[in-house]
Each structure stands twice: as C-alpha cells, then as structure tokens.
C-alpha cells in the first residue's frame, strides 16, 4: 500500500448538481502546501516520496449523483481496482452503503478486512481456482461465473453444499458472464464484448446459455461487462440490452415449467423469476483531457444522470418494480471504478530526475505501470501540466 496523506482541500458541491471534481487548480493548491509543510519527506530508506489524495466532499458528491441517477433498486459496487485503500473504502460503504466489486481473491479480503459483509461483494474473478469459488460459495459471496467450465466447478460445489436444487434460494447471486458480442470501445485493449474476447460466453452460445439456467436452478443472475474506458453510450447500452433479452428468456422458460410441472411449481413455490438479479457491469469512461466532468472530445464521456436516462429509455425492463409494475428484477448491480473515483483523487510523486531531450524530457518519478496500468499502456491518456 502506498503511504496516503489526506488532502486539506474543500470543495463545494452546487445546489445544481454540477459535479464536483478535483481541478487543476486545486492540484495546484495542494501541492504547493505538500512543498511547504514537506508532507513527502522520507525519514527512512524504506519511505517513498509518493502520495495518493482523495478529497472526501468529491467523492460524496459523485456517488451521490450516482444513487439519484439510479433509483433505490439499483446496487452499486465500486471495483475495487479503482480504489484498494481500506479506509477509504470503509468511508464510503458507511457514509453511502455501496459495495464493491472484487476481481481477485486478494481484493475479496481487502473488502472483508474493510467491513464490507460478504452479500455486500461481487466476486467478478474470471479465473477463481477451485478452492477460492467453493470459499466464496460457502460465505454466500455473490459471483459472475465466467464460462461453462467453472459452471462445472460451481454446480458440485452446489450440490456439495446441498443448494443444488436452488429451492427458494434467491439469497446467494450466481450468475453467468455473458459476453453480447457488442463490438469495442476506441481502446480496442480494454474493449471485451468481440468475438476473440477473453471473458465471458459469448451471446451466439444462447442455445447453451439457456439449457445452463435450466439445468441449474440455483442460477438467479446474468452479468454483463464490454469493457472499462473508451466505451461509447451506445455500445454500453447495447451490451445491457442484450443481457436483458438473455435474462428475459431465461426467465419465460421458468415460468412455462412452472405453469406446466406441478412437482417444479411446488418446489420453486413463491419464486416467479428464475434470474431475479442483473449485474450491468461498468465501463462508463472518465474525462482525463478537462477539468470538466464530461466532454465530446477526444470521446464521449457523459454523465451518471444522461446514462441512467439513456438506459430508462433503451432497457426499461431495468426500473420496473416487480411489486407494482411488473418487473422481473428485484436488483440491479453496477460496478463503476475510475468513472466514480478517477476525478476525486490524485497521485503525487517527487520527481528525482529529469533527462533525454528537452522535446521529450523522461522524468523518473516513484510511481508507474504499478500503480497506473491502464494509463502506462494508453499514453493518450494522460494529461500534461506545465
């Protein structure tokens, strides 16, 4: 973990709803009391002269627009990818109640250690070992599977564990990824919802898709992810609206067999819906070029409320109430990262040299591709300041 200060720095949220972010100038700012109070200065060898800053009214603000662009029904996690600093975290699901969403064994334990309760996590891992799903499994830890192998592996842990049946079981998320076959974003590295995809099954398996759900009644999700940065609205939409088809069928082939099967409609007694739980994923991009939430270049980057709208329009099926309107889904999961946390913090470093031409200067600084993957690897987006 990197050593954290925190950042003295307040901003005011407008009775607009303008979203409040960290500007440049309040980097500025902070920087300039980092400098004067020699907040980076390494009094052992094993110090390093970095920092990361969160401003906590920032993040208030944005997943408070978050929640009102949703509606009540609507669970969001925050990836932990995003934002692995457990007080952080700890903050957040007390001041907001979200989740978060963990792609990997070692960010389960971080949320645990952070306080989060194990039907409070999504465990989105696409290569889980036997022992880690069976674990996530016993604790009842919500989880994607991501393909008809670890299907496999989930249903004799089921049957193992005697939920095989799924018998009233609507406690414990178990959902295939399914991959919507959508197209990429404009960072064809970070798009997964084409064809030669590392994740998920792919939408042309429907066939195989549904005969899953009926084999395994313990299934009550579906999940979809195209992608994290570079989406457009609409290649995020497109992948919702496909899960939802998927979900849809899934769930009017359970209620056929409940009409017609008197041992499965006793059985299932009071479930009407076999998938009763969508996990939308995230992927909405950040405004790294700006100090402005959102821009129409280089790419689109909207809004929690414009997408929320957006989705109410093209996926309805969405925002019914099951008890009221007729809907099928009594939860909807998202798992936004950077577009919920990317503009409420940012990363500090002395920069201990300077060399190469002064056209293209290379700095060496403390932090890199460990801390900052995504953006080492997409060079465009990143922001200079003079």
């Not at 609507?74 to 989740?99: M, N, Q, W």
Request: glycine fraction near 8%.
């Amino acid at each position: 973990m990197l050593p954290t200060k925190a950042a003295d720095a307040k901003l005011t949220t407008s009775t607009c709803r303008t979203p409040a972010i960290i500007t440049s100038d309040t980097i500025s700012k902070v920087l300039r009391q980092v400098r004067a109070q020699n907040l980076l200065e390494c009094k052992l060898p094993t110090d390093a002269p970095v920092a990361l800053f969160y401003d906590l009214d920032v993040f208030d603000d944005t997943l408070d627009r978050l929640k009102e662009a949703f509606g009540p029904r609507f669970y969001h996690c925050i990836a932990v990818k995003s934002c692995s600093h457990g007080p952080i975290l700890r903050d957040v699901y007390r001041r907001h109640g979200v989740g978060v969403e963990a792609a990997s064994m070692g960010e389960v334990m971080l949320g645990l250690e952070a306080g989060f309760e194990p039907s409070q996590m999504v465990f989105d891992s696409p290569c889980k070992t036997h022992r880690e799903l069976a674990w996530a499994l016993e604790q009842r830890i919500p989880c994607n599977l991501d393909n008809f192998a670890e299907l496999g592996r989930a249903a004799t842990i089921m049957q193992e564990l005697g939920r095989a049946e799924g018998a009233g079981d609507a406690s414990t998320l178990v959902g295939l990824r399914v991959n919507p076959l959508v197209g990429a974003g404009t960072i064809a590295a970070l798009s997964v919802s084409t064809a030669d995809s590392k994740f998920g099954i792919p939408l042309s398996d429907l066939d195989a898709i549904l005969a899953a759900y009926e084999a395994h009644p313990w299934l009550n999700s579906v999940h979809v992810h195209v992608g994290s940065g570079g989406m457009a609205t609409a290649v995020l939409l497109a992948g919702v609206k496909a899960v939802v088809g998927v979900a849809e069928a899934v769930n009017a082939r359970w209620r056929a067999r409940l009409a017609t099967d008197e041992a499965f409609a006793a059985t299932h007694a009071g479930r009407p819906s076999q998938v009763h739980c969508l996990d939308i994923g995230g992927g909405l991009p950040v405004n790294y070029w700006s100090d402005s939430a959102e821009c129409s270049e280089p790419q689109e980057v909207v809004s929690f409320g414009a997408y929320a709208e957006e989705l109410r329009a093209e996926v309805p099926a969405l925002f019914l109430d099951p008890a009221t309107e007729g809907g099928s889904f009594t939860r909807v999961i998202t798992e936004y990262g950077q577009s919920a946390t990317a503009k409420a913090g940012f990363l500090v470093s002395e920069v201990e040299f300077v060399k190469g031409p002064p056209e293209r200067p290379i700095f060496m600084a403390h932090f890199g591709a460990d801390t900052n993957v995504r953006q080492v690897q997409q060079l465009h987006t990143i922001i200079r300041h003079s």
